[in-house]
C-alpha cells in the first residue's frame, strides 16, 4: 500500500491511530471548502442577491433608478411575451424530454446487447452531446438551410414539404425544428446514461429470473425498470432543467424568431436586457426562472440523496 | 459505497466466450452513421467551394479548397482560438485549485451543515446563465472587468466550479476509508495523509473531471458573448460574427465548427468511461 512509502520521521507519537482524531479537528473540513464556497459566494450567490436587487428598482440602459418594490415582477406576470416563452418552455421539455427518454432506453437496452465494435461506437455516439450546443445550432443551420440544405433539398422536398425555405423560418414549424435538433443532441446522453446504468445493476436477480424461465419482456418490465427507476428520475430531471435553459442552439438557428415563435425564458430574458436595455425587467424574470430552478434543483438532490445513495 | 448502482459484478460465470449479433450491431452502427453524418457534412461544407457550397442537386466530389482558411487567417481567427485555449486553460486550473479539497471534504466529512452547502453548491450549477450574465454585466461594466480574460475566468467558475466539486466528490467516496487511517496510523498528519496518498489515487477521477470543465469551457457561448468583446472572442463567438452583412459566410463557420469539434471527439475518445458520470454529476458511475 502507498501509505507505507515514507512517513515522516518521529511522527508515531504524535498522531494516535484512533478515530478520535476525527473529533478534534472539527473546523478542518470548513477549512477545506472555505475556497469554494467563498468563490461561490463572490462568483454565484453575490451576483445573484445584486440581481434581486435590480429587479425590484426601475432600471434601464444600466442605470438603477427608484425603488419600486414588486412593480417589476407585476409588469412581467402582465406581458403575453412572458406567457408565451413559459409556453414555449412547456411544449419544447414536454415534446423533447419524453422522446429523448423512450429513445434513449430503446437505445440503450439495444447497446446492452452483444454488440460489436462498442469500445468505438459508445464514443463516437457521444459527440452530438459532447460538441458546443452553439455548433450544433451551426450544423443543422447548414442540414435545414433553405433550398441548399443537406436535408431541406434532398428529403424534405422530395415531400414537397418546405420548398426553398427553412423550417426554422416558419411560424408553424421552427418550434419543432429546434425540439428535432435538441433530440438529436441529447438522445445518445440519455442512452448512454442509461446504458451505463444497466452495466451497473446487480446480476442476481437477472439469473434467479433465468431460472424461473421469465421471457424479456418480463424481465426488463419487472426487473430493469424497477430497478432502474431512481436513476432514469434523476437523469430526466437533469435533462428537464437542461432543456429548460436552452439558449445557445435557439440563438444560432432562430434567436426566437419568426416572431415570437421560438422565444424560451432565456433568449426573452436576454433581449429584455440586451435589446429592451430594461434590466429591471429581466432581473425580475431572471428571478421567476432561478425560483423554478431551485425547485426542480431540490428535488433532484433529495431524490438522489434518498434513493440513489450517492451523494 | 452503495448497493444499488455499482454492484460489483462478478466474473460472468455463464458466457464464457462472447458471440456477438450482427443485426443489433448493424443496428447501432446504423444508429451511429445517421447521428454523425450531419457533423460529417459540415467539416465538408469547410473545404467546398463557394462555387458548389450551394449547389442543387449537392454536390459530392469537388476540389478541396483552402480559401475558407484563408480568409479565417487573414481576418485574424486565429486569435479567437488562443483566446479559448487561454480562458479554459486556466479556469480549469483555478477550478482544480479551488474544487479539489472541496470535493473530498464534501466526501468525507458528515460536518453540520453539509446538506445545505452541497445544495448551495449545485444549485449554482444549475441557474442558467441567463440569470447571472446581467449582475455581472453590471459589475463588469463598473469595474472595467468587461472584455477581459479575468472577467471569462471569473465567470466560467460558476458553472464549473460547483461542477468539479460534485463530480470529485462522487470519485472521492469510491476510495475506502481505511486508506487513510492507515495512512494517519502511519504517522502523516491529515493534510500529509490528504496530499501523499489520496491524491495521487484521486489523479484519473481529477483528470477527467477537469478535462470536462475544459470542454464545458470550451463549448460556452452566452457569457463569452455578452461579457467579452474585440479583445476577447471565443471561438464560439466567432460563429455569429461570420453572418455578416454581405451574407453568411458558411465555409468559414463550418470551419470553426471543425476546429471547436476536434478536442471534444479526442476527449471522447480518451475519456468514455469517465463522461458519463460527469455527464450526470455523478449520479451514474460509468
Redesign the interface.
Known amino acids: 500500500?502507498?501509505?507505507?512509502?515514507?512517513?515522516?520521521a518521529g511522527?508515531?507519537s504524535?498522531?494516535p491511530?484512533r478515530?478520535a482524531?476525527h473529533r478534534e479537528?472539527?473546523w478542518?473540513?470548513?477549512a477545506?471548502?472555505a475556497?469554494?464556497?467563498i468563490?461561490?459566494t463572490v462568483?454565484?450567490?453575490i451576483?445573484?442577491l445584486?440581481?434581486g436587487y435590480?429587479s425590484l428598482h426601475e432600471a434601464r440602459y444600466?442605470q438603477l433608478r427608484d425603488f419600486i418594490w414588486f412593480q417589476n415582477f407585476a409588469t412581467l406576470l402582465a406581458d403575453p411575451r412572458f406567457w408565451n416563452s413559459m409556453w414555449v418552455a412547456l411544449v419544447f421539455v414536454c415534446i423533447a424530454v419524453p422522446i429523448e427518454f423512450m429513445l434513449g432506453l430503446i437505445?440503450a437496452l439495444?447497446?446492452s446487447?452483444?454488440?460489436?465494435?462498442r469500445?468505438v461506437?459508445?464514443?463516437?455516439?457521444?459527440?452530438?452531446?459532447?460538441?458546443?450546443?452553439?455548433?450544433v445550432g451551426?450544423?443543422?443551420k447548414?442540414?435545414l438551410a433553405g433550398?441548399?440544405g443537406?436535408v431541406s433539398?434532398?428529403i424534405l422536398e422530395n415531400f414537397g414539404i418546405l420548398k426553398e425555405t427553412s423550417i426554422f423560418a416558419s411560424p408553424d414549424l421552427a418550434l419543432y425544428g429546434i425540439i428535432f435538433v435538441d433530440i438529436?443532441e441529447w438522445t445518445?446522453?440519455m442512452m448512454?446514461?442509461f446504458f451505463?446504468?444497466m452495466?451497473?445493476?446487480?446480476?442476481n436477480p437477472y439469473?434467479a429470473a433465468a431460472v424461473d424461465g421469465a421471457n424479456p419482456v418480463q424481465i426488463f418490465f419487472k426487473l430493469t425498470l424497477p430497478?432502474l427507476a431512481?436513476?432514469l428520475f434523476?437523469?430526466g430531471l437533469?435533462r428537464l432543467?437542461d432543456a429548460?435553459?436552452v439558449?445557445?442552439t435557439i440563438?444560432?438557428l432562430t434567436n426566437g424568431g419568426p416572431g415570437t415563435a421560438t422565444e424560451s425564458?432565456?433568449v426573452l430574458?436576454?433581449k429584455y436586457?440586451?435589446d429592451f436595455w430594461n434590466?429591471g425587467q429581466?432581473?425580475a424574470l431572471?428571478?421567476v426562472?432561478?425560483l423554478i430552478?431551485?425547485i426542480?434543483?431540490?428535488i433532484?438532490?433529495q431524490v438522489?440523496?434518498k434513493?440513489?445513495?450517492?451523494? | 459505497m452503495?448497493?444499488?448502482?455499482?454492484?460489483p459484478?462478478?466474473a460472468p460465470k455463464?458466457k464464457p466466450k462472447?458471440?456477438?449479433?450482427?443485426t443489433?450491431?448493424l443496428?447501432?452502427?446504423c444508429?451511429?452513421i445517421l447521428?454523425?453524418f450531419?457533423?460529417f457534412?459540415?467539416w465538408l461544407?469547410a473545404f467546398k467551394p463557394e462555387t458548389v457550397?450551394?449547389?442543387?442537386?449537392?454536390v459530392w466530389l469537388f476540389e478541396p479548397t483552402l480559401d475558407h482558411f484563408r480568409y479565417l487567417i487573414d481576418n485574424g481567427f486565429h486569435h479567437y482560438l488562443i483566446n479559448s485555449i487561454i480562458v479554459s486553460g486556466l479556469s480549469t486550473l483555478l477550478v482544480i485549485?479551488?474544487?479539489t479539497?472541496?470535493a473530498?471534504?464534501?466526501a468525507?466529512?458528515k460536518?453540520k451543515g453539509r446538506?445545505d452547502?452541497?445544495?448551495?453548491?449545485?444549485?449554482?450549477r444549475?441557474?442558467?446563465?441567463?440569470?447571472?450574465?446581467?449582475?455581472?454585466?453590471?459589475?463588469y461594466?463598473k469595474l472595467g472587468m468587461l472584455d477581459t480574460y479575468a472577467g471569462l475566468v471569473?465567470?466560467y467558475?460558476?458553472f464549473n466550479?460547483?461542477f468539479y466539486?460534485w463530480v470529485l466528490?462522487?470519485f472521492c467516496?469510491d476510495l475506502p476509508l481505511e486508506?487513510e487511517?492507515?495512512?494517519?496510523?502511519?504517522?502523516?498528519?491529515?493534510l500529509?495523509?490528504f496530499l501523499?496518498?489520496l491524491l495521487?489515487?484521486l489523479r484519473p477521477g481529477i483528470t477527467a473531471t477537469a478535462v470536462l470543465c475544459f470542454?464545458f469551457a470550451?463549448?460556452?457561448?452566452?457569457y463569452a458573448f455578452?461579457l467579452g468583446g474585440q479583445n476577447v472572442k471565443t471561438l464560439?463567438v466567432a460563429?455569429?460574427s461570420l453572418i455578416t452583412t454581405q451574407g453568411v459566410r458558411?465555409g468559414e463557420?463550418?470551419i470553426?465548427?471543425m476546429v471547436?469539434?476536434i478536442p471534444?471527439?479526442i476527449?471522447?475518445?480518451v475519456l468514455?468511461r469517465h463522461?458519463?458520470?460527469g455527464?450526470?454529476?455523478?449520479?451514474?458511475?460509468?
Not at chain 2, 18 to 22: A, C, L, T, V
Not at chain 2, 181 to 190: H, I, N, V
Request: with cysteine; hydrophobic share 55%; charged share 10%.
Open positions: 500500500m502507498t501509505a507505507t512509502d515514507t512517513p515522516p511522527a508515531a504524535a498522531s491511530p478515530l482524531h479537528s472539527r478542518y473540513p470548513y477545506l471548502i475556497p469554494t464556497m468563490t461561490l462568483v454565484a450567490l451576483p445573484f445584486y440581481m435590480i444600466g437505445g439495444l447497446l446487447q452483444k454488440i460489436r465494435f469500445n461506437l459508445i464514443p463516437l455516439l457521444f459527440i452530438p452531446s459532447m460538441m458546443a450546443p452553439i455548433i451551426l450544423v443543422w447548414t442540414m433550398s441548399w443537406f433539398y434532398n438529436w445518445p446522453f448512454l446514461t451505463a446504468g452495466q451497473a445493476l446487480p446480476v439469473w430497478m431512481p436513476l434523476v437523469i437533469l432543467i429548460f435553459k439558449y445557445d440563438f444560432i425564458p432565456s430574458g436576454y436586457t440586451f434590466i429581466s432581473s431572471a428571478v426562472i432561478w430552478f431551485f426542480f434543483c431540490n433532484f438532490y438522489a440523496k434513493r440513489l445513495n450517492v451523494f | 452503495n448497493a444499488t448502482v455499482t454492484a459484478l462478478p455463464t462472447r458471440r456477438y449479433s450482427p443489433f450491431t443496428l447501432v452502427i444508429y451511429a447521428i454523425l450531419p457533423v457534412w459540415m461544407l457550397m450551394f449547389a442543387r442537386p449537392t485549485v479551488l474544487g479539497p472541496a473530498y471534504a464534501f468525507r466529512y460536518m446538506d452547502l452541497f445544495l448551495f453548491v449545485l444549485a449554482t444549475m441557474a442558467p446563465p441567463v440569470c447571472l450574465v446581467i449582475p455581472f454585466y453590471l459589475i461594466s471569473i465567470v467558475l460558476t466550479l460547483s466539486v466528490s462522487s467516496r486508506l487511517e492507515a495512512a494517519m496510523t502511519d504517522g502523516y498528519s491529515r500529509g495523509a501523499k496518498v495521487p489515487l470542454i470550451w463549448n460556452e457561448f452566452m455578452l464560439p460563429i455569429p458558411w463557420m463550418a470553426i465548427g471547436g469539434t471534444v471527439m476527449v471522447v475518445f468514455q463522461i458519463v458520470r455527464l450526470t454529476m455523478g449520479a451514474v458511475k460509468g
